[in-house]
């Protein structure tokens, strides 16, 4: 089993930057490909990003690519996703999950899920 618990979300501004950060506890998250998905209101959970095991390879939903960075410190058993030019519609609740296959852009490939972190862009 492995518990995540997201961080770093809030209100912030079109423009600004914000980091989250996924903190896992019960395994380390070397064994896992990692990512981030979202869920805006109204509208089904995406993809954004994920990194592979030793954070050698990333991959991006073209929403994001160029602002947001996807990265990982194993020693820490944490996850990040740095979030740069902000726009109104990032807003979403941005979830962090642990993926044991290759399908890194499958919700169903994600064995664990945390609770989620609100992110509200305001214009």
């Known amino acids: 089993q492995v518990q995540l618990v997201e961080s770093g979300g809030g209100l912030v501004q079109a423009g600004d930057s914000r980091r989250l950060s996924c903190a896992a506890s019960?395994?380390?998250?070397?064994?896992?490909?990692m990512g981030w998905f979202r869920q805006a209101p109204g509208k089904e959970r995406e993809f954004v990003a994920a990194i592979t095991r030793r954070g050698l390879a990333t991959y991006y939903a073209d929403s994001v690519k160029g602002r947001f960075t996807i990265s990982r410190d194993n020693a820490k058993n944490t996850v990040y996703l740095q979030m740069n030019s902000l726009k109104p519609e990032d807003t979403a609740i941005y979830y962090c999950a642990a993926n044991n296959y290759l399908a890194v852009y499958d919700e169903k490939s994600y064995e664990y899920w945390g609770q989620g972190t609100q992110v509200t862009v305001s214009s």
């Open positions: 019960g395994r380390s998250i070397s064994n896992y490909i």
